[in-house]
Antibody
């Protein structure tokens, strides 16, 4: 059974750093891209960027470029999304999903709250 | 970026009703259009590509049609478990983009 299991909810202050994770199982992790998707309350999903676990090549939606970093550790089948300096506007649900352009399996989501 | 516009934004329907949701892309995406279902507090769930493919396990009451810029998702006989928000997403151009969603509510 394909599963993507994400790390738990986070509450952080503005300006702090954060890394959330997504562990894949039930399939060959290096055969599929992992994407990260943001969903703000009451809004549609928004694709942020993706990474190829086989070679760690990544690309980003321009509006997220430079603000987040996507990385992967293929030895433990885990992808990461990280911020070096959080803003209040980063408050949202974040999902990892399998795929580069279409997303057939999703993680359960990680809620990130940024508040002082 | 390709803009995806869904209509209606919400629909109230009864069990057994036929429900049709439309999705329009700001430019052609061929058949590279995906439908997702999202229930409250859950992640989106992949339903299928535009047409005529059906994802394994998706009930046959769900169908899709369209190509280019105009697409529809039809639920032929609404069931209680179908109450959810449905999103379209184009998978043809970078970056992939989603519609704003159609919420199917109980009438």
């Amino acid at each position: 059974e394909v599963q993507l299991v994400q790390s738990g909810a986070e509450v952080k202050e503005p300006g702090k750093s954060l890394r959330i994770s997504c562990k894949g199982s039930g399939y060959n992790f290096t055969n599929y891209w992992i994407s990260w998707v943001r969903q703000m309350p009451g809004k549609g999903p928004e694709w942020m960027g993706r990474i190829d676990p086989s070679d760690s090549y990544s690309n980003y939606r321009p509006s997220f470029q430079g603000h987040v970093t996507i990385s992967v550790d293929k030895s433990i089948s885990t992808a990461y999304l990280q911020w070096s300096s959080l803003k209040a506007s980063d408050t949202a649900m974040y999902y990892c999903a399998r795929g580069d352009y279409e997303f057939d399996f999703w993680g359960q989501g990680t809620l990130v709250i940024v508040s002082s | 970026d390709i803009q995806m516009t869904q209509s209606p934004s919400s629909v109230s329907a009864s069990v057994g009703d036929r429900v049709t949701i439309t999705c329009r892309a700001s430019q052609g995406v061929s058949n590279w259009l995906v439908w997702y279902q999202q229930k409250p507090g859950k992640a989106p769930k992949f339903l299928f590509f535009a047409a005529p493919h059906l994802q394994s396990g998706v009930p046959s009451r769900f169908s899709g049609s369209g190509s280019g810029t105009d697409f529809t998702l039809t639920i032929s006989s609404l069931q209680p478990e179908d109450y959810a928000t449905y999103y379209c997403q184009q998978a043809n151009n970078f970056p992939p983009t989603f519609g704003g969603g159609t919420r199917v509510e109980i009438k």
